[in-house]
């Protein structure tokens, strides 16, 4: 059957049921009208969902896991569009005129979106210089496009948010990193998105549409109600993304129903009673705002247990006016005790099994203590913890969901686990939480509705801390429509009144910070524990961007129970060998290819089940040349040979090293190595990326790396045999990576400490068959083919604050496979200076002894 070229004409939109909502009709009528001769066809969600059961089952796990419609709504259509053809089109676009002249000849039709959406926060974050909208595609039937982002939407499912797991975000790097061999066409922003979003018409403001240029307006009416887990709504009837840990190791994730418990309660099953602990000074209407928070919990059998050193006894008489039996109040004299101190005096008073810290300028939703004990019991935990909050700073009129963590001040547990607080007056929760997470089984929830994180300028951490937590947030809403509709809801759900939110945004008054132990606590550094959600993601992470490795010095060693290593095993005979991909991206190294022929000649694997791929771009030596020439002896010789040549248009105008080029650098080399793995990766079970400039290694690499026995291995690349640690991109966090100002060494939104911050490399792990480690580098590293076919690809942009075979490593960890070095395997990369291949690794070295030079 010929394969069709042509865009289908079918307008294809998605919704929950037949009853498109009132306000978006009028736009679905325009889109009939323009287009008499078109079949129409309104998609439900049951009717999405039936379609990936019957042609893409292998996506159902992730289907059936988002956390929110619109991230099914936005997978959905491109695998609509891949069965089917035609133009998918949201509910809140208006068409303008027919659409037939715009895809007439062209095969997948997107549209960008405006210039200054690229500069709203969250958008910047990303790194992207532009976005491409997902509310227009147009494609024909199966192309290759199409297959290309349900890669995508696989590696990027653990992300948090629609943005960056099926949006736009993920929607942009498919199309910056798609293969060489799909036409796309990408239409400027006057086309189909003239009009910008209210948040950034709020920012930029509005400008009209020039409707004789434009085809269609999004009226970005976010009809899918974006972003619903901090909506004001109430998590029973739907699953709660969670994820356990025993003493710090994962255990299980997955989505939690809490009604089974709840009828459990309802049917007179004990409920044991929580002791909320509550230390106040002089900030009475902030206290009294907490206490209303607690007096709406829906959980049947919870205390407050309130300390108060405050100057005077407003809110002892508060109280006391309550009545309520519930709250327990000890009036202290105030004589400087530390918060830690206080908090201990608390817990001395509760008199439940279970502790749960409430801050008193926080907002906590009804059913906190209810979600979380449901978790706690359900799952047989000691402790649980929010992995992500709601940030509100009214000052200046900002909501968010943060980033993900272990939250200290979201903590419920066993009060007999608990140990006792520090003299400290601030940070004091952290080390708590700490012991917490380090001596039991604890499970994180995420659902960030459930706690709301007020910065109200008397907080115990200053403005740039708090502006911190925005900048990681995984969404942002600003001052305008989006922010008071947000904020709408959470006072609509919270027991708020608009007094509150009038107060909340007026000038602070009372004790300044330094004179306000008491305030509600938030430690400048990550727990280790899960970085950022994984739709249940269960890992461990000791600091930004990466995962604690176990046993000191925070190495995960392998071996027998008696602590002696396993040998590799024995090489396999050769016919019994698997298949594996030699890939390697060059850039002006016609100086190193003699050498690296010879090497991948001298492998002892057989050359059947050998095949090479190799990308050139941007040469100025005659690479390609050389590589053309020496293309038809490699044919001869190996199973498979794809030689491929992609510019990207990158020249460096100073040291490679430098870290001011970092992030430019290695995000040309994600590409180019994005875009190998998907011109060459065929029916091979393993790949081997290569550098170029790697100028010895044993003959039984290969065999050796397969030895580890695990799905990504490195071995230890020297400068010299026997010599220090070359690429650095491979290393192991120290234990007390958590306790580091990892923030000093944020550049360009990837972390470049200087060499040893932190971390340990290969050459200080040589006694140990093999170790887990919290990065990889590229110089010689082995990966499972099917981990790339599932979407595991080299970050092209910061994620989780590192990028390319760095990134590659934190993704893989997101997506539950751990990274594993062999420091005793040597791979050999002298060190020289000035140009060079694209590929080379271990600047990251360079610059760190630059940077620490600079230091002294």
Not at 183 to 190: D, G, H, K, N, Y
Not at 473 to 480: E, K
Not at 517 to 541: K, N, Q
């Amino acid at each position: 059957m010929a394969e069709q070229s042509d865009i289908t004409p079918i307008i294809h939109q998605i919704w929950h049921d037949k009853d498109v909502p009132p306000r978006c009709q009028a736009w679905v009528e325009s889109w009939r009208r323009h287009h008499p001769g078109w079949e129409y066809r309104l998609w439900t969600q049951v009717e999405c969902r039936a379609l990936l059961a019957e042609h893409y089952r292998w996506f159902l796990p992730i289907y059936d896991r988002y956390p929110e419609g619109v991230m099914r709504a936005e997978a959905g259509r491109y695998f609509i569009l891949d069965r089917f053809g035609g133009v998918y089109v949201d509910l809140d676009f208006e068409c303008l005129r027919p659409v037939d002249a715009l895809l007439a000849g062209q095969e997948l039709v997107v549209g960008l979106e405006p210039q200054e959406h690229v500069q709203l926060l969250s958008a910047h974050r990303s790194g992207l210089p532009r976005l491409v909208g997902t509310g227009f595609l147009a494609a024909r039937p199966g192309h290759p496009f199409l297959a290309h982002v349900h890669r995508q939407l696989v590696g990027s499912h653990t992300r948090s948010g629609s943005l960056d797991a099926t949006g736009t975000f993920m929607l942009t790097r498919a199309v910056d990193q798609a293969p060489g061999d799909c036409r796309i066409t990408v239409l400027a922003a006057r086309t189909l998105y003239p009009l910008l979003s209210p948040v950034a018409a709020e920012l930029f403001g509005d400008r009209p549409v020039d409707r004789d240029h434009a085809y269609a307006v999004h009226h970005w009416a976010d009809s899918w109600g974006r972003d619903v887990s901090v909506s004001a709504q109430s998590v029973a009837g739907r699953q709660i993304p969670f994820w356990t840990s025993q003493d710090l190791r994962p255990r299980a994730k997955g989505g939690l129903d809490l009604d089974p418990q709840r009828e459990r309660w309802a049917s007179g099953a004990p409920a044991p009673t929580v002791s909320c602990l509550m230390v106040t000074k002089d900030r009475l209407p902030w206290a009294m705002r907490a206490l209303r928070c607690f007096l709406a919990q829906t959980y049947p059998s919870v205390e407050l247990v309130v300390v108060d050193d405050s100057a005077d006894g407003a809110l002892e008489d508060h109280v006391r006016a309550l009545a309520d039996p519930r709250i327990r109040f000890r009036r202290l004299l105030p004589e400087g005790r530390t918060l830690g101190e206080l908090r201990n005096i608390a817990v001395d008073l509760a008199t439940g099994p279970y502790v749960c810290q409430w801050d008193d300028d926080d907002l906590y939703d009804p059913e906190r203590v209810e979600v979380q004990m449901a978790a706690l019991l359900g799952l047989d935990a000691t402790a649980c913890f929010l992995a992500r909050e709601r940030l509100w700073w009214p000052k200046r009129r900002l909501l968010a969901v943060s980033g993900a963590r272990v939250w200290e001040g979201s903590m419920v547990c066993a009060k007999e686990v608990l140990p006792r607080y520090p003299a400290q007056r601030r940070g004091e929760d952290t080390p708590v939480a700490e012991a917490v997470l380090r001596a039991g089984r604890v499970v994180s929830v995420d659902a960030p509705e459930l706690y709301t994180y007020v910065y109200h300028g008397n907080n115990t951490f200053d403005e740039p801390h708090f502006a911190g937590l925005f900048d990681a947030a995984t969404h942002v809403w600003v001052s305008g429509p989006a922010y008071a509709g947000h904020l709408r809801a959470m006072a609509a759900r919270l027991p708020l009144d608009p007094a509150d939110l009038v107060r909340a945004e007026r000038p602070p008054t009372g004790p300044a910070p330094d004179t306000a132990p008491h305030a509600a606590v938030d430690a400048p550094r990550l727990l280790p524990h899960a970085r950022r959600p994984a739709t249940g993601a269960a890992e461990s992470a000791s600091a930004p961007g990466v995962a604690e490795s176990g046993s000191a010095p925070g190495v995960a060693v392998s071996g027998s129970a008696s602590g002696v290593a396993e040998s590799a095993p024995a090489p396999a005979p050769a016919a019994e060998r698997p298949s594996v991909l030699v890939l390697t991206p060059v850039k002006d190294a016609v100086t190193f290819l003699p050498r690296y022929l010879e090497n991948l000649r001298a492998l002892d694997n057989p050359r059947d089940a050998v095949s090479v791929g190799l990308l050139e771009g941007d040469s100025h030596d005659g690479t390609w040349e050389a590589l053309r020439d020496a293309l038809p002896a490699l044919e001869a010789e190996f199973r498979r040979v794809t030689l491929v040549r992609r510019h990207f248009g990158f020249q460096l105008t100073g040291p490679r090293w430098e870290p001011a080029a970092q992030r430019q650098r290695r995000s040309v080399l994600a590409r180019a190595r994005n875009q190998l793995l998907s011109r060459a990766l065929g029916e091979e079970e393993w790949v081997l990326w290569l550098d170029v400039d790697v100028t010895d290694y044993p003959p039984d690499l290969i065999q050796r790396l397969l030895g580890a026995r695990e799905e990504i291995v490195v071995p230890h690349c020297v400068a010299e045999p026997g010599g220090p640690t070359f690429d650095l991109n491979t290393f192991v966090l120290h234990p007390n990576a958590a306790a580091l100002d990892w923030s000093r060494w944020l550049r360009d939104g990837i972390l470049q400490p200087p060499r040893g911050f932190g971390r340990s490399y290969l050459e200080d792990l040589r006694g140990h068959e093999r170790v887990r480690v919290d990065a990889v580098g590229g110089t010689a590293l082995l990966v499972h083919a099917n981990l790339h076919r599932d979407g595991l690809v080299f970050p092209t942009v910061p994620y989780r604050e590192l990028i390319e075979t760095e990134g590659l490593a934190a993704l893989a960890q997101d997506m539950g496979v751990k990274c594993w070095a062999l420091p005793g395997v040597e791979v050999v990369h002298p060190r020289h200076w000035g140009g060079g291949p694209l590929s080379r690794t271990g600047e990251a070295g360079l610059g760190a002894e630059a940077q620490r030079s600079v230091d002294r």
